[in-house]
């Protein structure tokens, strides 16, 4: 059975809360941070709104800790040495090396935003509460 609108828009209210306020709100008040970025849907929603605004340079930085964690967390797993030497592994293994790499800039993308909110004292849950943002088109 497919749930109602009214159901629909019960679950992405309860999802808001408790995946995206809550856990921001924490890291805004504590430091700790525990957002849960799923498939980059947070990420995906910020982006499309424009609030990631990072200069060329800082936008390079991001993708070489992407790649370095990339390499970090599959070096191992694969036997490779250096980053070239994993990406020829998995790409003979066909997978999506680019994709892999992206999920992880964009989840470093989004921490390195909160954080600079949190540096300057932004306010950013109530900037994206008062915004009238449709989730379901991420």
Same mark, same amino acid.
């Given at each position: 059975?497919?749930?109602?609108?009214? +159901?629909?828009?019960?679950? &992405? #209210?309860?999802? $808001?809360?408790?995946? @995206? !306020?809550?856990?921001?709100?924490?890291?805004?008040?504590? =430091? %700790?941070? +525990? @957002?849960?970025?799923?498939?980059?849907? *947070? !990420? %995906?929603?910020?982006?499309?709104? =424009?609030?990631?605004?990072?200069?060329?340079?800082? #936008?390079?930085?991001?993708? #070489?800790?992407?790649?370095?964690?990339?390499? !970090?967390?599959?070096?191992?797993?694969?036997?490779?040495?250096? &980053?070239? #030497?994993?990406?020829?592994? /998995?790409?003979?293994?066909?997978?999506?090396?680019? =994709? /892999?790499? +992206?999920?992880?800039?964009?989840?470093?993308?989004?921490?390195?935003?909160?954080?600079?909110?949190?540096? @300057?004292?932004?306010?950013? $849950?109530?900037? *994206?509460?008062?915004?009238? !943002?449709?989730?379901?088109?991420?």
């Amino acid at each position: 059975m497919t749930p109602g609108k009214d +159901e629909v828009k019960r679950i &992405h #209210e309860n999802w $808001l809360e408790q995946c @995206v !306020y809550k856990p921001i709100e924490k890291f805004m008040k504590s =430091g %700790r941070y +525990e @957002v849960k970025d799923m498939n980059n849907m *947070i !990420y %995906r929603l910020f982006d499309k709104k =424009g609030l990631f605004q990072f200069s060329d340079k800082r #936008e390079n930085d991001i993708i #070489e800790q992407a790649k370095k964690e990339f390499l !970090y967390k599959n070096k191992r797993q694969y036997n490779a040495e250096s &980053h070239n #030497e994993l990406i020829n592994v /998995l790409q003979k293994g066909n997978k999506d090396v680019d =994709g /892999l790499i +992206e999920l992880i800039r964009n989840r470093i993308k989004l921490k390195t935003f909160l954080s600079d909110c949190r540096q @300057v004292n932004r306010d950013i $849950l109530t900037e *994206i509460k008062n915004q009238n !943002y449709e989730w379901k088109s991420i």
